[in-house]
């Protein structure tokens, strides 16, 4: 990149904060194919530093959850010729209770297949020590889990909610009402009170605030799989080592024990 660092650096801190490529644009008159390749760029450093120091985590209670977005267009809408990333794309996140570390994340299909390649990744990031996994319904999660990480689950539960019908009278958009939870033992014996998965929810929310893709009823959304990935895997790395969550007072990487300090955007451009 001929970009100055100075100038990379508040591209991507813009983006992270929520703005749009446009917005971007009209704020730094850089070119918006600059700013993409920019993207590009730091999503490929990022995914490299989540590899390299998101292994060997000793983890308690791991959360699972599925964010949904699209690329190009909804999944109604696409057509047989299509480019066959366009439609649905679902971000599989795992994030431990008590660091808020991401561990792993995949991105991909709601399909057994992204969910195998995702569990693979928990397996990569977590040490031999026993812990907990708590989901969602999602049939999938209950062969991988147990296939891949039998050796070191003390308990696998999934929690499934049921909403209420909408009412008459209610916009399209409103937040449909949970009604009750559900809770299946899928593997061993979780302990009841840790069974929970407020905290991946949580984040749900954090990337939908940080990352313009992800913001419904826009046209901000995702024209390229590339860019999107590359978006998904920047958030997640500045998530990881920038971002202090305000719970813990320093970052979820600090918690965990492999950063001594808060990272700036610009540590994620030169690290790796």
Partial sequence: MYL??????????????????????????????TILKLLVVAGEKAERIMA??????????????????????????????????????????AIERHTKLVLNIAIGKRTQQTTDVFVEGIRQATAHTPFQVTTDGFQPYRSSIVTTLHDRL???????????????????YSPAEV??????IAYGQP???????????????????GVRRFTRLTNAFSKKWE???AAIMLWFAFYNFCRVHKSLRVTPAMEAGIADHVWTVREILEVA
Avoid at 161 to 168: D, F, H, I, L
């Fill in 4 to 33: 100055p660092m100075a100038k990379a650096e508040s591209v991507l801190a813009m983006l992270l904060e929520g703005n749009s490529v446009s917005s971007v644009e009209r704020v730094t008159s850089i070119n918006h194919e």
């Fill in 52 to 93: 390299q120091k998101v292994v060997n985590i000793k983890a308690r209670d791991i959360e699972c959850d599925e964010v949904w977005s699209f690329v190009g267009k909804k999944e109604k809408r696409v057509r047989p010729d299509d480019d066959p990333n366009f439609g649905d794309c679902y971000t599989f996140v």
């Fill in 154 to 172: 003390s308990g696998f539960a999934q929690m499934t909610k049921v909403y209420r019908a909408t009412q008459e009278g209610e916009r399209r």
């Fill in 179 to 184: 009604a009750a939870v559900e809770t299946v």
């Fill in 191 to 209: 302990d009841p009170e840790r069974i929970c998965t407020s905290i991946v929810e949580r984040s749900n929310l954090s990337i939908r605030m």
């Fill in 227 to 229: 860019n999107h990935a």
